[in-house]
């Protein structure tokens, strides 16, 4: 009889250790929708480009400051594409705020001779003031120098655009940016090479590595101007991959680039500045541009 007990005891202990290892294999087992959810990062939600921004800041250089456009060897602001408040121009914060709102709501702080190592400092002050739009136009004087050895290396120039973006985020990270591109130096170098008083003007040193013997076609001649032209092609290269990276940026495609500025457009001064009539046409694109739905492609 003891036999017996034991012998049922250790089948019954068996039995129960069978059936209590179903149970954990059947919950090892469950169906693939009685598991835990996983966790799935939430999308970014895409950064809506506003049209119409109520305030605006412009960093820049001479063509921003609208220098020889109004009189020589001066500043003219008054006339400036990005945040004039001539009506003639019809500046981008004219258009954008209207003439009540123009002067109260957009700040110039482009500075004539700026060179792109100069952006970063004036993307702070732009910060400062918490506008809802900064435009750029910079790089011109990087290439405009005294000799082509001279012109600030790409890799440079890229370091400190991203720097530039990089100060803006810092002080306010949802501002817009509207990046035009450098215009062609070497057009206007075609432009300008008919004007007697160009010329005369261009003697004095402006832009030497592109403007200098303007009436030179020889072969190093041509290889000096087409080494400054392919730089400027290069800087435009950085604009537009540095922006690309920043969701609230956006560069106008090569627009000023292409432009082809005539003897209207430019200074009668000095026959490469633009003139309020360049001006306004920097104004139309940068408009064109800001208002787009989509950016250029």
């Not at 991959?241 to 500025?261: I, M, N, P, Q, S």
Request: charged share 20%; glycine share 6%; aromatic share 6%.
């Amino acid at each position: 009889m003891r036999g017996r007990q034991r012998f049922r005891t250790a089948v019954a202990s068996a039995a129960a250790l069978l059936l209590a290892a179903g149970a954990l294999s059947g919950c090892d087992a469950a169906a693939p929708e009685a598991a835990a959810p996983s966790v799935r990062a939430k999308p970014r939600p895409a950064v809506v480009w506003d049209p119409s921004p109520s305030s605006v800041a412009a960093v820049g250089d001479s063509i921003t400051r609208a220098f020889d456009a109004c009189t020589v060897l001066a500043d003219c602001p008054e006339v400036s594409w990005a945040t004039g408040t001539d009506a003639a121009v019809n500046s981008l914060a004219l258009r954008l705020l209207g003439p009540e709102r123009v002067s109260a709501r957009s700040w110039n702080l482009a500075r004539t001779g700026a060179r792109m190592a100069e952006l970063p400092a004036q993307m702070e002050q732009a910060a400062a003031a918490k506008p809802e739009l900064v435009t750029v136009m910079m790089g011109a004087n990087d290439a405009c120098r005294d000799r082509t050895e001279l012109m600030t290396p790409v890799a440079e120039f890229r370091a400190s655009f991203a720097s530039a973006l990089a100060a803006l985020r810092t002080g306010a990270p949802k501002a817009q940016v509207y990046v035009a591109s450098v215009p062609d130096l070497m057009r206007l170098w075609s432009t300008g090479r008919v004007s007697s008083m160009g010329r005369e003007v261009w003697k004095l040193g402006l832009c030497a590595s592109m403007l200098a013997d303007p009436l030179d076609l020889s072969a190093a001649a041509e290889r000096r101007r087409t080494l400054v032209r392919d730089r400027v092609v290069a800087y435009n290269t950085v604009l537009r991959e540095e922006c690309a990276k920043d969701a609230r940026c956006r560069y106008d495609g090569g627009a000023v680039f292409a432009y082809r500025f005539g003897g209207a457009q430019l200074s009668p001064w000095d026959w490469f500045h633009p003139s309020r009539d360049g001006q306004a046409r920097l104004a139309e694109i940068a408009h064109r541009q800001v208002t787009a739905a989509e950016p250029p492609a």
